[in-house]
């Protein structure tokens, strides 16, 4: 490609992603929205009373109507309830509650260190799937990667003489791209979950999800983003950017100290103590983690149903045991400095789940989404897509609105009420719809603008190239965003087909009780 075709390839991505951004920056705050939201409901309803809409409820076959929230009742139920829809909000405690944990282990530099650990010992020969793997791994600690790792990636590159600028793809791939995979649950999946089963019951009140309903697939599918991931860096990106010709020099690699080998372990020992524990309580047919009424199943154990507390138990503990040893921890007020500060990042969440919850409730009191997924059923039916497909479809729209929507938890609250209904009346789980979102919201994380990021990976990439920009890093991550999209849609068609469970006590398909 010449120099001209180069330019003119530039101008058109800049001309676009200005166009996306302008468009991104109008819109505004997500609390904003779902507040506007909320009121369109409330008008919605008031208008389709009007009318002589209604549909027949699937499974009890009673005739459905709209609920009008302009009425006596609805504005008592919505003055009544407004305090209960927040503090009962699905997502909202389990979030909390982990990130307590997590806070732990990163004010700690617990989970900073087993990164770098994870990086610094692996050989050049397989260095870049290392930092894939290492990025797609920090998920469980939200920006850790961002703010660690895609950094530090760099400059292991540099020090390896390969192009800096590829280092940080690689990691940025990873920690991005890869958000929904991983080998551990992290923060994502039970607010995934909460959000979902908010949603579920909108056809069976007594639906319940499992905060690892998505594990297996996810999984299994860390090691092929990984791999996808290590065959665009060496294949694509690195010969591409071709030698590294900058001012920076590359840095001595150091290896951890004193203090924070006798942390780790500290934390380790903490981690096996934890583990027995485990093992004697859910490997006994009475064992102290079963559960009572269903002692044969291990997916109803107090380990399998109660994942959010031993997310937070786990960080905690072997948190507080590298603090310990590391020094990073001289007293309980360092501890709860680390859980404070994990909730000083939650504080906008808490501000927009205010709003997101009476969104929902508003949603289900007044049938529109029941409503809505039944007549959207009755039109999928008519088309006659299969579920790859259809799954397929809705992977790709909701890569589409990531676009223009950064955050994960925002879009599924406003997409789950409407598709997760919708889907379990054409035989789709709510745990597999999860999934598909999960996909579509990963892919194109990497060369989003709207990514909360975003701006962040540009600063890091000017370090090396100062003329980057915007264009440069999609430009530079598009070729991941492909990749994944592709590896993902197949693996999951392949699951389909094969008809694999997708998590712990989760099924592929749905059947009314």
Same mark, same amino acid.
């Given at each position: 490609?010449?120099?001209?075709?180069?330019?003119?390839?530039?101008?058109?991505?800049?001309?676009?992603?200005?166009?996306?951004?302008?468009?991104?920056?109008?819109?505004?705050?997500?609390?904003?929205?779902?507040?506007?939201?909320?009121?369109?409901?409330?008008?919605?309803?008031?208008?389709?009373?009007?009318?002589?809409?209604?549909?027949?409820?699937?499974?009890?076959?009673?005739?459905?109507?709209?609920?009008?929230?302009?009425?006596?009742?609805?504005?008592?139920?919505?003055?009544?309830?407004?305090?209960?829809?927040?503090?009962?909000?699905?997502?909202?405690?389990?979030?909390?509650?982990?990130?307590?944990?997590?806070?732990?282990?990163?004010?700690?530099?617990?989970?900073?260190?087993?990164?770098?650990?994870?990086?610094?010992?692996?050989?050049?020969?397989?260095?870049?799937?290392?930092?894939?793997?290492?990025?797609?791994?920090?998920?469980?600690?939200?920006?850790?990667?961002?703010?660690?790792?895609?950094?530090?990636?760099?400059?292991?590159?540099?020090?390896?003489?390969?192009?800096?600028?590829?280092?940080?793809?690689?990691?940025?791939?990873?920690?991005?791209?890869?958000?929904?995979?991983?080998?551990?649950?992290?923060?994502?999946?039970?607010?995934?979950?909460?959000?979902?089963?908010?949603?579920?019951?909108?056809?069976?009140?007594?639906?319940?999800?499992?905060?690892?309903?998505?594990?297996?697939?996810?999984?299994?599918?860390?090691?092929?983003?990984?791999?996808?991931?290590?065959?665009?860096?060496?294949?694509?990106?690195?010969?591409?950017?071709?030698?590294?010709?900058?001012?920076?020099?590359?840095?001595?690699?150091?290896?951890?100290?004193?203090?924070?080998?006798?942390?780790?372990?500290?934390?380790?020992?903490?981690?096996?103590?934890?583990?027995?524990?485990?093992?004697?309580?859910?490997?006994?047919?009475?064992?102290?983690?079963?559960?009572?009424?269903?002692?044969?199943?291990?997916?109803?154990?107090?380990?399998?149903?109660?994942?959010?507390?031993?997310?937070?138990?786990?960080?905690?503990?072997?948190?507080?045991?590298?603090?310990?040893?590391?020094?990073?921890?001289?007293?309980?007020?360092?501890?709860?400095?680390?859980?404070?500060?994990?909730?000083?990042?939650?504080?906008?969440?808490?501000?927009?789940?205010?709003?997101?919850?009476?969104?929902?409730?508003?949603?289900?009191?007044?049938?529109?989404?029941?409503?809505?997924?039944?007549?959207?059923?009755?039109?999928?039916?008519?088309?006659?897509?299969?579920?790859?497909?259809?799954?397929?479809?809705?992977?790709?729209?909701?890569?589409?609105?990531?676009?223009?929507?950064?955050?994960?938890?925002?879009?599924?609250?406003?997409?789950?009420?409407?598709?997760?209904?919708?889907?379990?009346?054409?035989?789709?789980?709510?745990?597999?719809?999860?999934?598909? !979102?999960?996909?579509?919201?990963?892919?194109?994380?990497?060369?989003?603008?709207?990514?909360? !990021?975003?701006?962040?990976?540009?600063?890091?990439?000017?370090?090396?190239?100062?003329?980057?920009?915007?264009?440069?890093?999609?430009?530079?991550?598009?070729? !991941?965003?492909?990749?994944?999209?592709?590896?993902?849609?197949?693996?999951?068609?392949?699951?389909?087909?094969?008809?694999?469970?997708?998590?712990?006590?989760?099924?592929?398909? !749905?059947?009314?009780?």
């Amino acid at each position: 490609m010449n120099d001209i075709q180069q330019k003119q390839k530039s101008s058109f991505i800049d001309r676009f992603l200005s166009f996306v951004e302008k468009v991104g920056n109008a819109l505004p705050h997500p609390a904003t929205l779902f507040a506007g939201f909320a009121f369109g409901v409330v008008i919605l309803s008031w208008v389709f009373a009007q009318t002589d809409l209604s549909v027949t409820h699937p499974g009890t076959g009673e005739t459905i109507t709209v609920v009008n929230l302009i009425s006596q009742d609805g504005i008592y139920l919505m003055l009544t309830k407004l305090v209960k829809n927040f503090t009962d909000f699905a997502p909202l405690g389990v979030v909390l509650v982990a990130m307590l944990g997590i806070g732990i282990a990163e004010g700690s530099g617990l989970i900073g260190t087993l990164i770098r650990i994870l990086v610094l010992k692996s050989p050049k020969s397989i260095i870049t799937f290392v930092v894939v793997f290492a990025g797609v791994l920090s998920n469980t600690a939200s920006e850790v990667g961002y703010v660690l790792l895609v950094p530090l990636s760099a400059v292991i590159f540099l020090a390896f003489g390969k192009h800096p600028i590829a280092g940080l793809a690689a990691a940025f791939a990873g920690v991005s791209g890869g958000y929904s995979a991983n080998l551990l649950l992290g923060t994502i999946d039970p607010l995934l979950q909460g959000i979902s089963q908010e949603a579920a019951q909108i056809i069976d009140t007594s639906y319940s999800i499992n905060a690892a309903c998505n594990y297996y697939f996810m999984f299994v599918s860390t090691f092929f983003i990984g791999i996808a991931g290590t065959i665009v860096t060496e294949k694509i990106v690195i010969p591409r950017l071709g030698e590294y010709k900058g001012d920076i020099e590359a840095e001595e690699m150091h290896s951890l100290t004193p203090e924070e080998r006798r942390g780790l372990i500290y934390a380790g020992i903490a981690a096996l103590i934890l583990t027995v524990v485990i093992i004697a309580g859910i490997l006994p047919e009475n064992g102290f983690l079963r559960s009572v009424e269903h002692p044969d199943n291990i997916f109803k154990s107090a380990l399998m149903k109660g994942i959010v507390s031993w997310i937070f138990i786990i960080a905690a503990i072997c948190g507080i045991a590298y603090g310990k040893g590391a020094g990073t921890f001289k007293n309980d007020a360092d501890i709860m400095k680390g859980m404070g500060k994990s909730m000083e990042t939650m504080s906008s969440y808490i501000v927009l789940v205010f709003f997101a919850a009476q969104f929902v409730a508003y949603f289900k009191w007044t049938n529109l989404g029941l409503i809505c997924a039944v007549k959207g059923a009755q039109f999928l039916e008519t088309i006659g897509l299969d579920k790859i497909p259809l799954l397929i479809c809705f992977i790709f729209l909701a890569a589409l609105i990531n676009l223009v929507m950064g955050s994960a938890s925002a879009k599924w609250t406003l997409m789950a009420p409407v598709f997760i209904p919708m889907f379990m009346l054409v035989g789709i789980s709510p745990e597999l719809t999860q999934v598909a !979102y999960r996909i579509g919201d990963s892919v194109t994380n990497i060369i989003s603008p709207m990514m909360s !990021y975003f701006a962040l990976i540009v600063a890091f990439i000017q370090r090396y190239d100062k003329n980057a920009g915007i264009g440069t890093v999609i430009a530079t991550m598009l070729p !991941y965003s492909i990749a994944f999209l592709i590896v993902w849609v197949v693996l999951m068609a392949v699951w389909l087909i094969l008809d694999l469970p997708i998590g712990p006590d989760s099924p592929l398909h !749905y059947l009314p009780n």
